[in-house]
């Protein structure tokens, strides 16, 4: 069984400062775990995934994430947030390549940016 | 660059009325997903195909909805009678192999107003 926890369901940052989102994870065998990003009225994007490389993985438009182990977490972080990184954000958590079974998504975060 | 494409983009219907969602997936994406999205919650699966196969319709009220991907291709998703609680935006997605190793492709989803 696997699961997928967003700890915020809402962040607010200023533009220019650090964003932080934090995604928890439950899996009986190692897992992938991806982040997607949703816009308003729009189909959700890829922004990065782990597949069992390297525990720091870089996405699209600066974003990145770190896979703990030991932690079970998977959080997304950014250096300096940009207005266009308004959105929600999905953490999402899937079985072993190479076989059949749900992406489990987590209830997402809401990222509001202000100037 | 290849999309998702889904219809219509917005849907209001009476309770008890049929409707349907269409779905062309990206040209050679073997599997193909329709998710349900209620609003603050991260997408559902309702119906997972592998070609024309259904892998996994086990989140599928079948007493009411359908799904069908007759040729491989595109699909359709039917829902009859509606009732209030399935107003949600209807997600469908594509990928290219079995959805646990890697990136899934989403359209721009179908929002479905019943009253």
């Known amino acids: 069984a696997q699961s997928v926890t967003q700890l915020d369901s809402h962040v607010s940052v200023s533009e220019g400062t650090p964003v932080l989102l934090r995604c928890n994870y439950s899996?009986?065998?190692?897992?992938?775990l991806f982040w997607y990003v949703q816009h308003p009225n729009k189909g959700l994007q890829l922004l990065l995934k782990?597949?069992?490389?390297?525990?720091l993985v870089k996405g699209i438009n600066g974003f990145e994430a770190e896979f703990k182990k030991s932690e079970t977490s998977f959080h997304l972080t950014k250096p300096s947030a940009h207005m266009s990184d308004a959105a929600e954000y999905f953490c999402?958590?899937?079985?072993?390549?190479?076989?059949?079974?749900?992406?489990?998504f987590g209830a997402g975060t809401q990222v509001v940016v202000t100037p | 660059e290849a999309e998702v494409a889904q219809s219509p983009r917005y849907k209001i219907t009476e309770k008890s009325q049929a409707v349907a969602f269409w779905c062309d997936p990206i040209?050679?994406?073997?599997?193909l997903y329709w998710y349900r999205q209620i609003l603050g919650q991260g997408p559902e699966l309702l119906v997972q195909?592998?070609?024309?196969?259904?892998?996994?319709d086990s989140q599928l009220p079948k007493d009411r909805f359908s799904a069908e991907r007759l040729k491989g291709v595109d699909s359709t998703l039917k829902i009859q009678p509606a009732e209030l609680g399935d107003s949600a935006m209807y997600l469908c997605?594509?990928?290219?192999?079995?959805?646990?190793?890697?990136?899934?492709?989403f359209g721009e989803g179908s929002r479905l107003t019943v009253l």
């Open positions: 997605a594509s990928s290219e192999g079995q959805g646990a190793t890697g990136e899934l492709f």
């Open positions: 899996s009986s065998y190692s897992p992938s």
């Open positions: 782990y597949t069992s490389a390297a525990t």
């Open positions: 999402v958590v899937s079985p072993p390549t190479d076989s059949w079974g749900k992406l489990q």
């Open positions: 040209s050679g994406h073997a599997t």
């Open positions: 195909f592998q070609d024309e196969s259904v892998v996994d």
